[in-house]
């Protein structure tokens, strides 16, 4: 693995206007999503506008991961501020709480201290029609108690290569402050287009407890879930549009290259993975998410049970 002073410098500079298009972007393809339902009279708009919204929340949540690495500001108040109010606080997520589990897995990726165990050890399902059974159940709002536990239950991992640079409960008040705000406002402008709090719950709430909450949790398993005990889980993809558009929009899909090195903002990332490649560090590009998914239904050792470990960071890259 290349140490960071072997890399040119300009892979971790963040491209500040580019970060903030990308999240104004993203809002407007909300708001015209709400205003469309808003207008409209068909069932099938309103359909259409709560899972395009909770694509796009979950577009907000993969700009926002870039945010638990200090990656959408050239301070870390700064960085923390967009995350916040633009991102991570609009959707009920506290920052620090989900920093905290973030970088717990990045350290224990693989190994039993990984918080995000649960999205990728599909063993436990015994076979893949289960485990399809779960994907599906995940887009539908099963996953949502578990990711809430989560959050406000679990400790993160121990050891320096898992503890945040912030103190947790320090900052909490300021996330459940933007949290409170920013949903407030939400709430304010939802029912002045709807008459009602009904397009708070419908077009904020349902889109991100199903279809938001289940894409991130189709997107992880698929990233992380190996076929064979001593498998690497550092995996990187080639996906076709519509994956990008669903499941890795904002260069996700450069999972390896993410992990090795999280401080590479993800406008970077296809830049860095060719750089990488020519310096001659090895990993595995697969086709696609769809793909990885037939894989993985047809291997029995995808379903064997797991002795754990498999693919955990020693040396942790640039974290």
């Known amino acids: 693995m290349l140490k960071k002073n072997d890399i040119p410098a300009h892979f971790f500079v963040i491209p500040l206007w580019r970060v903030l298009f990308s999240i104004a972007f993203v809002w407007s393809g909300i708001l015209s999503c709400w205003l469309v339902a808003s207008y409209g009279e068909s069932y099938l708009f309103g359909f259409a506008a709560i899972v395009l919204v909770g694509v796009l929340q979950y577009h907000l949540n993969v700009i926002g991961h870039d945010g638990l690495h200090f990656n959408v500001g050239r301070s870390r108040s700064a960085n923390d501020l967009v995350c916040r109010f633009l991102l991570h606080g609009p959707l009920l997520s506290p920052l620090s709480?989900?920093?905290?589990?973030?970088?717990?897995?990045?350290?224990?990726?693989?190994?039993?201290?990984?918080?995000?165990r649960h999205y990728y050890e599909i063993s436990?399902?015994?076979?893949?029609?289960?485990?399809?059974?779960?994907?599906?159940?995940?887009?539908?709002?099963?996953?949502t108690f578990q990711v809430v536990r989560k959050l406000l239950f679990s400790r993160g991992g121990s050891g320096s290569s898992a503890k945040s640079p912030i103190n947790v409960d320090s900052v909490l008040a300021?996330?459940?402050?933007?949290?409170?705000?920013?949903?407030?406002?939400?709430?304010?402008?939802?029912?002045?287009?709807f008459s009602g709090v009904h397009g708070y719950l419908v077009f904020w709430l349902l889109p991100m407890f199903t279809v938001m909450f289940g894409l991130n949790v189709v997107r992880s398993c698929l990233e992380h879930a190996v076929d064979v005990l001593d498998a690497s889980r550092y995996l990187s993809f080639r996906p076709a549009v519509l994956e990008r558009f669903f499941l890795s929009p904002y260069n996700m899909n450069f999972h390896a290259e993410h992990h090795f090195y999280p401080t590479v903002p993800m406008h970077h990332?296809?830049?860095?993975?060719?750089?990488l490649r020519r310096a001659g560090v090895k990993y595995d590009r697969l086709p696609g998410y769809m793909s990885r998914l037939c894989y993985l239904s047809r291997v029995s050792s995808a379903f064997a049970p797991d002795r754990g470990g498999a693919g955990e960071l020693v040396d942790g890259g640039a974290s």
Do not use: E, V, Y
Request: proline residues 1%; glycine residues 10%.
């Open 124 to 143: 436990r399902f015994g076979n893949s029609r289960r485990w399809i059974l779960w994907l599906i159940s995940s887009l539908l709002g099963g996953m």
């Open 174 to 193: 300021k996330d459940l402050f933007s949290i409170g705000l920013t949903q407030l406002l939400i709430l304010a402008l939802l029912w002045f287009l």
């Open 269 to 275: 990332l296809p830049a860095f993975g060719r750089f």
């Open 97 to 116: 709480l989900l920093r905290k589990n973030h970088l717990s897995h990045h350290a224990h990726l693989g190994g039993a201290r990984d918080n995000d």
